[in-house]
């Protein structure tokens, strides 16, 4: 993918589709697997409305995007179906009601087994959609990580990873910033951008309340890498 210096994504060539991966479907939710390089709502300009949103609207018609995952992540996305679910799903959000938890495989061997990244984070506006770590004016973040296991062969780390918050690019900057990036990370990382043919980055696990019934459910989808 590209972009332009105003930030617009300017080559898009999203996954063919071949259909839904519908993890999970009621009246109220639905839960899908978005495929790495699919762009979860419609980009700016032309050629860019091919998107999961779209896709599940094609079927489902009352679908609407309650989160998003970067184009280059896969995993698990939750739609509300109608106006009035959409607002619940939106404050379960917004109040951090809902825990998500990722799988990432990073460059090189990480020395400590679990801890966090607390770093504030801002849109870098020249560099736009890059965001940086900015002590002054950033938003504050956080993540929690548990390294999975180690590879001194391949000199990676595969490590799971929970976002507390839910800022843009929060784990691939956090992972950056320890001097673990990402693994074909084309934004932040530097020479492991080229160790993968995509972003190692897959949300696996989702967990919430049932926005009709309050009854705890929870997800799971294996990463493909």
């Not at 926005?211 to 997800?219: G, R």
Request: net charge negative.
């Amino acid at each position: 993918m590209q972009y332009s210096g105003a930030g617009f994504l300017t080559a898009y060539f999203p996954p063919p589709d071949n259909g839904l991966t519908v993890i999970h479907v009621d009246n109220e939710i639905i839960v899908v697997d978005k495929p790495a390089g699919l762009l979860s709502v419609p980009g700016r300009g032309e050629g860019m409305d091919d998107c999961l949103a779209s896709r599940v609207q094609a079927r489902y018609p009352d679908a609407l995007i309650a989160h998003r995952l970067d184009m280059s992540t896969s995993g698990l996305l939750v739609l509300a179906r109608g106006a009035e679910m959409h607002r619940q799903l939106s404050r379960f959000f917004r109040e951090r009601q809902i825990d998500k938890r990722y799988v990432a495989v990073v460059y090189g061997l990480m020395a400590d087994d679990s801890g966090e990244v607390e770093l504030p984070l801002i849109c870098d506006w020249p560099n736009r959609p890059r965001q940086k770590v900015d002590f002054e004016i950033g938003k504050a973040s956080l993540t929690r990580f548990r390294v999975v296991s180690r590879d001194p062969d391949a000199n990676t780390t595969r490590v799971e990873l929970e976002p507390v918050t839910g800022r843009s690019h929060q784990l691939r900057v956090h992972m950056a910033s320890l001097g673990h990036p990402i693994l074909g990370d084309d934004l932040y990382g530097g020479e492991a951008t080229a160790l993968a043919d995509r972003l190692l980055l897959h949300a696996m696990d989702l967990a919430l309340f049932h926005p009709l019934t309050a009854a705890a459910i929870q997800f799971h989808s294996d990463a493909p890498f």
